[in-house]
């Protein structure tokens, strides 16, 4: 059980001016972001990353919480407003919110968005603080062959279950790891695919990859059609007490609420899924046990309770496996894991054992987050007419020379902004053409770890591969990798026959 | 940039077999059959059996279609001249800005795309200064990042 001291502690760290104003500025920031169209909370975290490299470790910690929460929840006012979610985690219940806001509802639809929203991520947040210790005094016994086998299914997961097409996930995948084996082996000091550079020698650094994978492919697509765009469809109007009525609407749904906290808790902590993927699964699971499934899509606020819940427990659900075993469950805790390292931290159990205070003050800011989320939430429905009026014209220039400084900011040199213009322009026609990025930060992030594991197990059992089957954790976590891969196989096969005797029977 | 999935297969594939080509001269650790080389030459072969699998499909899929071709909105001028800017700025500010210095790049940079983008000059000039300013007071004052003087140098 944690002592007294050390929640002390953690609370010294967290609760000074510099934490507090990080907390309140960086949360004004993931509003803006999350509530513009186009920019995600991907980015949103993107771009406080090279502000971040110049704070202390709880500081920065508590921007990225704050920014990444904050902007999850702001994706819901311009979906309701102009039917365009502002973040992908919106997308799925869009339909439902902007008709309750064309039906003069929009009061009923943000403020349940964001009271239910506050549970949710209240909810994660309790999750995490209950089953993170414990896991961690369980992973405490974990050797590189039980690191092993989580990152191969962390990365499994990442390209089964975020993509709809596994082989150019993979490809997605395989090029991460690829970027992460640049630069100086870590284990022998041989210089891997530098090409001479003496830049390369350090490796891919990881922040302007960053930026150039989440927001230069973002920054392009909109600069190409912006003279080109429709101009913004006319806002409802925004009047009235925003949480009136809200406390009917918790009170009908309890199970709902609940149901769909615990869901989407669990899938932010499967590596490799994340908000959005909860919020359309708590959608779709709200539909089917539905009294009145019929009324979904047509301005219903019972889905839109299931997927906010969902979305914001997502949130504090993805740090579960990124805390206690440094492995990102989504593309914001592997920018988080990034940071992390970049600050000296390895995430994993021992920091609970060394530095258990760290890992209270990193709960104790989730749920300041989740307080101010409340108030500026409130104000930022109160201004979004202002806000959604700020011109894209001027936003998308700007945001680039911030992507610019920033990456320069990271190596000192304009050799970050190669990286990020290089790994950018890269990642926007892979994306184009249907290969999903997320598995290239996760790839790597993980990539270093991946390696270190498998060449210490390689070199513990002589290069005997059944040595990875050996103990019971490993041997349980293997067999779950290869009847992952085992089980999409099939149904790949399946599928394939499926559609050949669809051929063979549609007449010539 | 639309571009058949066959290229892409085919640029894996070659991707791969140029690691694993230089992946076979990564020394091993002493002792031991492998080393620096093991996840290159693992991450190469997958390229290359991902890379074919890609080709396969998409050539036995028989739907056709051309092999490259730009996304509509990059066919139109105003596209690609947008995104020829947003690629110059980040070139301007890797090979001019340590000449010349992060700030008169930064505001050229910032006026061109604001103008392209149809803002009306007397906001486009203002703002440029005015995000300049607040970049190179953020960065450069505050975070003390080593933005490039370049000309404004013994000024600043």
Known sequence: MVSFAILSQAAELVFTLEVLLVVICAGAFGMFVGAMPGLTATMAT??????????????????IVTASGMAIFAGDIPGALLRMPGTPASAAYVED??????????????????????????????????????????????????????????????????SGDPLKASISLFLGLALATMGLDPASG?????FGSVDLLAGIEFVPAMIGLFAIGEILRGAIRLNAADPLPQVPPTSGPL?????????????????????????????????????????????????????????????LVDSSAANNAAVGGSWIPALVFGIPGDSITAIVIGVLYMKGINPGPTVFLHTPQII????????????????????????????????????????????????????????????MLAIGLIGWVLEENGFPIAPIILGLVLGGMLERTFLTSMIKSGGDLTAFFDRPIAAVLGCAVILLWVSVLVRAIRRRRASARADDQRPA | MRIRDAIFGGLFACLGLFMLYQASGFPSFPGQPYGASLLPSILGAGFVLTGVFLVLRDLLSGQGGTWAAPVEALRTRSGFVAALLVVGTALAHILVSPHVGFIPV????????????RVRVVIAVPVALAGTAVCWFFFASVLKVPLPRGILVGIL
């Open chain 1, 46 to 63: 993107a771009l406080l990353v090279p502000v971040t490299f110049f704070m202390d470790p709880i500081p920065a910690i508590a921007a």
């Open chain 1, 97 to 162: 919110s902007h008709r309750l806001a064309l039906a003069g509802k929009l009061n009923l639809s943000l403020g349940t968005c964001l009271a239910v929203s506050a549970i949710g991520g209240l909810f994660g947040v309790a999750v995490l603080i209950l089953a993170a210790p414990l896991l961690a005094e369980f992973a405490l016994k974990f050797t590189s062959f039980e690191y092993f086998w989580l990152a191969t299914l962390g990365l499994s997961c990442a390209i089964f279950i975020s």
């Open chain 1, 360 to 419: 209270y003050a990193v709960f104790m800011i989730f749920i300041l987050a989740i307080i101010v989320m409340v108030p500026l939430g409130w104000s930022t429905v109160k201004l979004a007419r202002g806000l959604l009026t700020v011109p894209r014209q001027i936003l998308l220039p700007l945001i680039l020379t911030f992507c610019i400084v920033g990456s320069f900011a990271l190596t000192n040199s304009p050799f970050g902004i190669v990286l």
């Open chain 2, 106 to 117: 930064s505001i050229f940079c910032l006026t061109a795309l604001f103008l392209w983008f």
């Open chain 1, 190 to 194: 041989t210089p891997r695919f530098t």
């Open chain 1, 243 to 303: 949480f009136a009525g809200i406390g009917r609407v918790i009170f009908r749904f309890p199970k709902n609420i609940l149901r769909s906290s615990t869901l989407g808790t669990f899938i932010g902590a499967l590596p490799g899924a994340g908000a959005d993927i909860a919020a359309w699964m708590a959608y779709a699971i709200s539909k089917r046990s539905s009294r009145e499934p019929e009324k979904y899509g047509e301005g219903h606020v019972e889905g």
